[in-house]
């Protein structure tokens, strides 16, 4: 008999909701929330539900993105039912709808990530519990200018400035 795909995988209900939460919340896709977070992203963008499974899941492999949005459906239906998440058209109306963090998704994954913050390597934007410390020279930095505990980051100085 042949493994399955996904196979041996696991994610928590709490992991998966991290995870859309934050997603939905760094995007953009979050419902009256631009004044409590900052003011960078295009707030009320919406996101569909095979987006959401792909976020939740991202080490799984689908198919088909139906198959994402089915395996996050139950997941879904609980941040629905405890108002962190909301089923909307979104800013621009009409016949598009998506998927929005409410401002109780929001707190709740501040609660949990911290407030935005700027990564003053390369000025992405963070959370702060994310935010991970240069071994060489004690700065902050993020995740997308991580190369790893060996290479010297950005904020480093460099032989120009000794």
Same mark, same amino acid.
Request: hydrophobic content about 30%.
């Given at each position: ?8 995988? #696991? ?20 419902? #009256? ?50 108002? /962190?998440?909301? /089923?909307?058209?979104?800013? #621009? ?5 998506? #998927? ?12 949990? /990530? ?17 935010? /991970? ?30």
């Amino acid at each position: 008999m042949s493994e399955g795909r996904n196979e041996g995988k #696991y994610t928590s209900d709490e992991q998966a909701r991290d995870r859309i939460l934050r997603m939905l919340v760094l995007s953009g896709c979050a419902r #009256y929330a631009k004044a409590r977070i900052d003011e960078y992203a295009k707030w009320g963008d919406i996101t569909n539900a095979s987006s959401l499974g792909f976020t939740a899941f991202p080490d799984n492999k689908f198919k088909m993105p139906q198959g994402a949005a089915f395996a996050v459906a139950k997941i879904k239906y609980r941040m629905e039912k405890d108002g /962190l998440l909301i /089923l909307t058209s979104g800013r #621009y109306g009409g016949d598009s709808c998506g #998927y929005q963090a409410t401002n109780k998704g929001v707190e709740w994954i501040i609660s949990r /990530l911290g407030k935005f913050t700027e990564c003053p390597s390369c000025g992405h934007r963070v959370f702060e519990k994310e935010q /991970l410390t240069c071994p060489h020279c004690e700065n902050y930095k993020c995740e997308k200018c991580d190369m790893g505990d060996d290479v010297e980051c950005a904020s480093c100085p460099t032989e120009d400035d000794i």
